[in-house]
């Protein structure tokens, strides 16, 4: 499975964003996905996560109420809604894949990756 993650860029506080992640390959449905941020001198940190089928989510708390993730296996693409951004919001974001559910997804490194994408959010 290969991954392409899009749709970063400049927001103001409060403002929203939506993050795309594109598969290429023919078993992307049978895949959990996840979001994973990595801001300026820290760790990589897990946002969301969504099983394989889309009927179950795991959000990190900082994030819960906020974002929203969701997959359409029939276009191979996943999505991080993000509302209400805050300045702390700022990083690079990842999309990742792999056969688990969506509350291991925040426990594991997944298998597979795609570049990140750049939100920058303003005060």
């Known amino acids: 499975v290969q991954l392409q993650a899009s749709g970063g860029g400049l927001v103001q506080a409060g403002g929203s964003l939506r993050l795309s992640c594109a598969a290429s390959g023919p078993t992307f449905s049978s895949y959990a996905v996840g979001w994973f941020r990595q801001a300026p001198g820290k760790e990589r940190d897990f946002v969301a996560a969504?099983?394989?089928?889309?009927?179950?989510?795991y959000y990190t708390p900082s994030v819960k109420g906020r974002f929203t993730i969701s997959k359409d296996n029939a276009k191979n693409t996943a999505y991080l809604q993000m509302d209400t951004l805050k300045p702390e919001d700022t990083a690079v974001y990842y999309c990742a894949a792999d056969r688990t559910t969506a509350r291991a997804m925040s426990a594991i490194t997944p298998y597979y990756w795609g570049q990140g994408t750049l939100v920058t959010v303003s005060s």
């Open positions: 969504i099983n394989w089928s889309g009927a179950t989510t």
